[in-house]
Nanobody, 129 residues
Framework: VQVMESGGGWVQPGGSLSLSCSVS????????MGWFRQAPGKERERLAC????????YYSKFLEGRFYASRDYVKDSLTLQMTNLKTTDTAMYYC???????????????????????WGQGTQVTVSS
């Protein structure tokens, strides 16, 4: 199974950026996906997670509606559109996938507590002036 992120880069405060995650290698479409991030010296945190069906998305409250995730079921991808970016959003952004019919809540919880998830290598997002 391969999980690959793309779309990171540098942006000024208040700007927008879109990240994309693609998954390959699963033998079925029954897998959930999610976005996480980790800033230097901090723990990895959840951002937005899709249920296995792609119909339900969970967002961490601290995002305050600035990020929007969407699942493309045909392309096995999860996009994260980020707006009104702040310097505190600077971090390595990771995508993860879980095999099975997981809810959006479990997708945001399980990868941080077990080794059952598949992770990408991450893509760096830097927000600065």
């Amino acid at each position: 199974v391969q999980v690959m992120e793309s779309g990171g880069g540098w942006v000024q405060p208040g700007g927008s950026l879109s990240l994309s995650c693609s998954v390959s290698g699963f033998d079925s479409d029954d897998f959930a996906m999610g976005w996480f991030r980790q800033a230097p010296g901090k723990e990895r945190e959840r951002l937005a997670c899709s249920s296995w069906s792609g119909r339900d998305i969970y967002y961490s409250k601290f995002l305050e509606g600035r990020f929007y995730a969407s699942r493309d079921y045909v392309k096995d991808s999860l996009t994260l559109q980020m707006t009104n970016l702040k310097t505190t959003d600077t971090a390595m952004y990771y995508c993860a996938a879980l095999r099975g019919r997981f809810t959006e809540y479990d997708m945001c919880r399980i990868p941080l507590r077990s080794s059952s998830a598949f992770w990408g290598q991450g893509t760096q997002v830097t927000v600065s002036s």
